[in-house]
Each structure stands twice: as C-alpha cells, then as structure tokens.
C-alpha cells in the first residue's frame, strides 16, 4: 500500500491550490490522516490533521487560510490551500494512520506519501 499525493504545484502570491492525497492497495480502515511540509534547510513541520471522525488541527502558520477535509468512501484526504504565500513553499507530504491487508494477514502502521513540490512565487 501507498499514498498516492497530487495537486502541487506553481502557484502565484495569494494564489490557491488543492492537494489530494489517497492510499493505492487494499486499506481496510484508515484513521488520522494529515499533511506535513517541509521546507528547504528545514524540519518536517505539522500542517494540518483530521480524525475519522472528522476533527481537524492545524498549525498555526496555516490556521484560517488553509483548510483540511476528507471523504472516507473515497478513502482521500484534501487540503485547500488559499492565500498562498512564499513561506508556504515546500515539499507536502501527506499521511495517514492504516490497517492494510498484507495477505497474510493486517497490519496497522503510519503510512507516508511521497511528497508534492508547492512553489508560491511572490
């Protein structure tokens, strides 16, 4: 199993753009999935989360511009990013908290996605 990201990209100041994130193979239940950032010469940091149950958090860099959501029959995470701005620039990694069918039997661990470029130019 694998998370799948896509929608980053160049984005101009103020700009919006829209990430989605959702898992390849069999996931038999998927609890906490987030997005994280990171940015060149920096640490990994907390971007945003939402429970099963549909609670969010956010960091708060991004809190009141960018907003975390999820549909749990698709099995898709989402980040609306609005009011881009330069700091905003980095790789999103997205992740999700899983019980994956191994064939042999389930497993529950964090899964990672590969991680999508944002770039907001100013």
């Known amino acids: 199993v694998q998370l799948q990201a896509s929608g980053g990209g160049l984005v101009q100041y103020g700009g919006s753009l829209r990430l989605s994130c959702a898992p390849s193979?069999?996931?038999?239940?998927?609890?906490?999935m987030g997005w994280y950032r990171q940015a060149a010469g920096k640490e990994r940091e907390l971007v945003a989360t939402?429970?099963?149950?549909?609670?969010?958090k956010y960091g708060d860099s991004v809190k009141g511009r960018f907003t975390i959501s999820r549909d749990n029959a698709k099995k898709t995470v989402y980040l609306q990013m609005n009011s881009l701005k330069p700091e905003d620039t980095a790789v999103y990694y997205c992740?999700?908290?899983?019980?994956?069918?191994?064939?042999?039997?389930?497993?529950?661990?964090?899964?990672w996605g590969q991680g999508t470029q944002v770039t907001v130019s100013s």
């Open positions: 992740n999700a908290d899983m019980v994956v069918d191994k064939g042999w039997g389930t497993e529950a661990q964090v899964y």
């Open positions: 939402v429970t099963s149950g549909g609670n969010t």
């Open positions: 193979g069999n996931a038999i239940s998927i609890w906490d």
